[in-house]
């Protein structure tokens, strides 16, 4: 567990710092953002269509929509195949697998991996899920979190299938561009696939984004 904790350190870290910065660009300039949309709402009014606009002034909605809805929401697939894509594939690349299979059992390869990695990226999920708890709480903003936990479940149960999906694909191919490909590949057709009515069930960011959530429908 100790190699595997060792070679995800880099990607981890990275996707921790990412989402982070998103964070912190988003949550502390509410009133900037709406300042600027004052400022030319002419403009928003024209590309806004239907979105509540208006809405964004409660904190609340402001940072649903922004960050569960826009931010977070749409690299969670991503997050996904980060975490799964290099786990067998580097291995097979690196000649280091057949090493590996000396010293330990297949299974007990497959399960430290695929466990180990599973564990870091629900970990960071969770904390991205809960940190405008975290935010309201410190920042003396009234915060309704109950949603939040709610959004957590979408996001954990949306990255755990692209992380199984790509896992696929790693113990699959035997270098690890192939499978960061396909994956980014396959989460593209079915979002645009998805765009049709009779086929949008594939497109994963329906459920990802918890648009129901907010509708009260879980």
């Given at each position: 567990m100790i190699k595997e904790l060792y070679d995800m350190r880099v990607r981890s870290l990275a996707i921790l710092v990412v989402c982070l910065v998103l964070f912190f660009t988003l949550a502390p300039f509410q009133g900037k953002l709406l300042g600027l949309m004052e400022e030319y709402k002419d403009i928003v009014k024209k590309y806004a269509g239907s979105f509540p606009v208006e809405k964004l002034k409660e904190w609340n909605f402001y940072i649903y929509?922004?960050?569960?809805?826009?931010?977070?929401?749409?690299?969670?697939?991503?997050?996904?195949?980060?975490?799964?894509?290099?786990?067998?594939?580097?291995?097979?690349?690196?000649g280091t697998m057949e090493f590996l299979l000396v010293r330990k059992s297949r299974r007990y390869v497959f399960l430290s991996k695929t466990l180990t990695a599973i564990f870091v990226m629900t970990i960071e999920l969770a904390f991205?899920?809960?940190?405008?708890?975290?935010?309201?709480?410190?920042?003396?903003?009234?915060?309704?979190?109950?949603?939040?936990?709610?959004?957590?479940?979408?996001?954990?149960?949306?990255?755990?299938?692209?992380?199984?999906?790509?896992?696929?694909?790693?113990?699959?191919?035997?270098?690890?561009?192939?499978?960061?490909?396909?994956?980014?590949?396959?989460?593209?057709?079915?979002t645009v696939v998805g765009l049709i009515k009779p086929l949008r069930f594939l497109n994963t960011y329906r459920y990802i984004l918890g648009s129901s959530i907010m509708r009260g429908e879980g």
């Open positions: 929509s922004q960050w569960f809805g826009k931010n977070l929401g749409q690299i969670i697939p991503i997050i996904g195949v980060l975490f799964a894509f290099p786990l067998f594939s580097r291995e097979y690349e690196n991205f899920s809960i940190l405008p708890v975290i935010y309201s709480s410190i920042a003396g903003k009234d915060f309704e979190s109950v949603y939040s936990y709610q959004y957590m479940v979408h996001i954990l149960v949306g990255g755990l299938f692209w992380f199984s999906i790509t896992l696929l694909f790693s113990t699959i191919f035997e270098d690890q561009v192939r499978p960061l490909l396909l994956s980014l590949g396959l989460i593209a057709i079915t």
